[in-house]
């Protein structure tokens, strides 16, 4: 079998021991040393061999995150555009306000369906006329409604590469973080965060489940006048068992979990992601007439590297090669064009060497 280097932005890679592991798994599970004699698949989720594998998914997220007793884990479904909806469905009761933070396509979606639900400020938005993203705000360009319930913020910027470094400066107004493609690769200041969500099929497994970590006060003070299956209580309160679970894509989390744990954790990751994006940001920076980095350095994303080349037709012939090499998953988002090297928790620095290597090889020829 030849695996692909596989950048692509998600679904996207996960580690081969955690798959080898599912290939195993999807004809017989075992459970405590032994046999089950049937699939994962096809496991009730009120039994033992699931529910451990659900319990400890959980047990994984907090582990890695420094979680303590003021926030809840929750298993939901929808993707991370679910949550856009559900957020504000949750906590934005009448006479309260949100502020949103527009600094990509994916914040705007949020921003929209908040705007359906309930009130909403726009506190900051680095929209280009010509539609593009190239920073976040400075914390001197940000109106903040001192009395807002929240301020929604997407950590990353999936298309245009950008990413908050350090988050802004809310004063008492906490945080709802949309994680998704940068979730487990840095910590968080959980201390100030009511709500962060990401898809997992970015960085932490396949698609099919959403991670929702939510803090207790604010779940507690969440809309009762809304159907349950969209109340994030009826979650907490069955411990995300409330319906049927993704279970097959939940095991998959748990797994690629674990294995984040072996390697060492969200600041073993953190670390990681800063070593690889920065191998590629290198060759950029060396040559930015050729490779151009359109983000501004300090709002760079460490795991959506986006560079344009010279002409389309170099952009077509580095894609063309790139996949002949091995190379998969470059093209940039189809609103954007350009490349895209996603490198999210399970791409290796093996992987981003061979890249770069590509990089440096296909300039010679160009
Ligand atoms: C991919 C992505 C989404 C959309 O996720 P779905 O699970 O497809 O709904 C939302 N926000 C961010 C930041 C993303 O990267």
Not at 79 to 86: C, D, E, I, S, V
Not at 262 to 276: D, T
Request: a neutral charge; proline letters at 5%; aromatic letters at 8%.
């Amino acid at each position: 079998m030849a695996r692909v280097h596989n950048f692509n932005a998600g679904p996207a890679a996960l580690p081969l021991s955690v798959l080898e592991e599912a290939q195993r798994d999807l004809l017989e599970l075992p459970h405590e040393g032994k046999s089950t004699g049937m699939s994962l698949l096809e496991h009730s989720h009120r039994e033992a061999p699931y529910e451990a594998i659900h319990h400890e998914a959980i047990a994984l997220t907090k582990r890695l995150y420094g979680l303590g007793d003021e926030h809840t884990v929750l298993f939901m479904q929808g993707g991370a555009r679910a949550q856009f909806a559900l957020v504000p469905m949750n906590f934005l009761k009448p006479g309260t306000s949100a502020d949103y933070l527009v600094t990509g396509t994916w914040a705007e979606g949020a921003a929209e369906e908040a705007a359906l639900v309930g009130s909403r400020r726009i506190a900051g938005n680095t929209k280009l006329p010509d539609g593009r993203f190239v920073r976040v705000p400075k914390q001197s360009e940000l109106d903040l409604d001192p009395k807002a319930l929240y301020v929604h913020l997407t950590s990353n910027n999936t298309l245009f590469g950008t990413a908050w470094g350090n988050y802004p400066d809310t004063g008492s107004v906490p945080l709802v973080i949309d994680a998704t493609s940068d979730v487990m690769t840095r910590s968080v200041p959980w201390d100030r965060v009511a709500c962060l969500y990401a898809g997992a099929q970015k960085n932490i497994g396949p698609s099919g489940v959403t991670l929702v970590i939510v803090r207790k006060d604010f779940l507690e003070a969440g809309r009762t006048d809304i159907p349950s299956i969209f109340r994030y209580k009826s979650f907490a309160d069955a411990q995300s068992l409330y319906n049927t679970p993704p279970t097959f894509s939940i095991y998959l989390l748990r797994g690629t979990l674990r294995w984040i744990e072996q390697q060492g954790g969200v600041a073993w990751l953190e670390a990681e992601s800063g070593r690889k994006s920065g191998a590629v940001y290198a060759v950029c920076d060396g040559d930015p007439d050729f490779f151009r980095a359109p983000v501004e350095k300090e709002s760079r994303s460490r795991t959506n590297v986006v560079f344009r080349l010279p002409t389309p037709e170099l952009e077509k012939r580095f894609l063309s090669e790139a996949t002949k090499a091995g190379l998969v998953g470059l093209k940039g988002h189809r609103s954007t064009g350009g490349i895209r090297a996603s490198i999210y928790a399970a791409v290796s620095m093996d992987s981003v060497e061979v890249l770069v290597d590509f990089m440096a090889a296909f300039r010679k020829t160009a």
